[in-house]
């Protein structure tokens, strides 16, 4: 059973730093292409983060050069690196995993950039 667990999101000032976790369980990260969402209140769900299972990250426009993706196949973690912060990130982060055609979602973690 696929099970996706997201961690790490909490009250962040401008400009500053999280490292969001997600740990995956009936799955490894290196042999499926993984990926962060996020959702602001009152919007769709969007893409912020790929990594693919040969290791190619893709970025949303929004997020290109601040957010860094990346996996620890050993300890079944994906992670999202998030740098210099906005207010306009505020948002729940979830981890998606699509394999074989199920799509899976962690429950997520909210993320708030506020002063």
């Known amino acids: 059973q696929v099970q996706l667990v997201e961690s790490g999101g909490c009250l962040v000032q401008p400009g500053g730093s999280l490292r969001l976790s997600c740990v995956a369980s009936?799955?490894?990260?290196?042999?499926?292409?993984m990926a962060w969402y996020r959702q602001a209140p009152g919007k769709q769900r969007e893409l912020v983060a790929t990594?693919?299972?040969?290791?190619?990250?893709k970025y949303s426009d929004s997020v290109k050069g601040r957010f860094t993706i990346s996996r620890d196949n050993a300890k079944r973690m994906v992670y999202l690196q998030t740098d210099s912060l906005k207010p306009e990130d505020t948002a729940v982060y979830f981890c998606?995993?699509?394999?074989?055609?199920?799509?899976?979602w962690g429950q997520g973690t909210q993320v708030t950039v506020s002063s």
């Open positions: 009936g799955l490894s990260v290196n042999l499926n292409p």
């Open positions: 990594i693919s299972s040969g290791g190619i990250t």
């Open positions: 998606y995993v699509d394999r074989w055609g199920q799509r899976y």
